[in-house]
């Protein structure tokens, strides 16, 4: 659903989505879509073996803030180590490409990182158009209101849905490039294969020339990964465990959350982080809005997240089968995580 395409001094329409919002001030419609789909894809993982839910569902307006307090926890290195980047190089990455360019980012949340980012962009060319797109309305309304207050040159035209629906969005203007950002290491959420196919969905929704920011953890002992999943404080449990809440709320289900504990673990044999809830005991849930019962013996998991973690010569073997060519890759201090510029070839040039 586009929420609207905002800028300083008024506001840009569009008819690409049903659900356009005419003004900054209106209340987000409600995307029937997207509901539709949790309701089927909750059915599909809870009725699967062995069970799992879909990460994507933990970023209702609770979930993508519990995310925003992860990213704080002294555990989390991710968000830190790619703030270091983008504070050493962020005019090094946006110059990757010739200006003008367009900034479209897939999972954007608060964009706090970002801003980095756009502030290089409008330094540059004083001008800029982002187009950000994320599963929660809430937290782009928020975010989209925050930079534009900050920005006066920004123009924003966010998009709240998944990235398969959303790269079929992209707009560009004449004369424009297009810098895709892949933040966070979101790729590692996707299994080698589900990552490949996105990748080339991406290729697809632009053209050679170009490109591709890429986050990308880096592989490393398990002793520093878990804890990153795994808090002291229980804030990734608490995020694990909101999307039962959702669950109950939007599906009229009775999952009791003392009965599910968070667990997660590096699994070696795959390079993954895998995040479980652990069913404490054998019990029954009911889902009454899908007139679903589904029962759980004790000790069994769904299985709601990976984070897979690379390696340098794994990423350039992602961006070759992809349609990219890796033309630069900036770590922060302690080399734990990687951000690369990858720039869309064109087929002759595979």
């Not at 599910?260 to 390079?271: C, Q």
């Amino acid at each position: 659903m586009l929420i609207g395409a905002y800028s300083k001094e008024a506001v840009m329409m569009s008819n690409l989505a049903s659900s356009v919002l005419p003004t900054r001030t209106q209340p987000l419609v409600a995307d029937a879509l997207t509901t539709n789909s949790f309701a089927d894809d909750v059915r599909a993982g809870l009725t699967a073996h062995p069970k799992t839910l879909l990460p994507k569902y933990f970023y209702d307006a609770l979930g993508s803030q519990l995310f925003e307090a992860i990213c704080l926890l002294p555990e989390y290195y991710l968000t830190r180590a790619e703030t270091e980047i983008f504070e050493t190089s962020a005019a090094e990455i946006v110059a990757q490409l010739p200006e003008p360019i367009t900034l479209v980012e897939l999972g954007s949340g608060s964009s706090r990182k970002t801003r980095l980012l756009l502030a290089a962009a409008l330094a540059r060319q004083g001008s800029l158009h982002y187009q950000p797109i994320d599963i929660s309305e809430t937290i782009l309304a928020q975010s989209a209101a925050k930079l534009l207050g900050d920005y006066p040159q920004l123009q924003i035209t966010p998009l709240a849905a998944d990235y398969t629906r959303g790269l079929g969005a992209l707009t560009r203007r004449a004369g424009e490039r297009i810098l895709v950002l892949f933040l966070g290491s979101n790729i590692g959420n996707y299994t080698p294969a589900e990552a490949r196919d996105l990748l080339r969905q991406i290729r697809r929704a632009i053209q050679p020339g170009d490109g591709l920011l890429l986050g990308a953890d880096l592989k490393k002992s398990a002793a520093l990964l878990e804890p990153a999943y795994d808090d002291a404080l229980g804030v990734t449990a608490a995020f694990n465990r909101n999307l039962l809440v959702r669950i109950n709320r939007e599906l009229a289900a009775d999952f009791d959350l003392s009965q599910f504990t968070h667990r997660a673990f590096f699994n070696d044999a795959l390079s993954r982080i895998e995040i479980h809830l652990v069913s404490q005991r054998a019990q029954t849930v009911t889902l009454r809005a899908l007139n679903l019962t589904v029962e759980f013996q004790a000790g069994e998991t769904i299985h709601t997240e990976n984070s897979h973690k690379y390696d340098l010569a794994q990423l350039a073997t992602l961006a070759e089968e992809t349609g990219f060519a890796v033309a630069r890759t900036w770590f922060d201090g302690e080399r734990r995580f990687s951000c690369s510029f990858w720039q869309a070839i064109s087929e002759t040039g595979r």
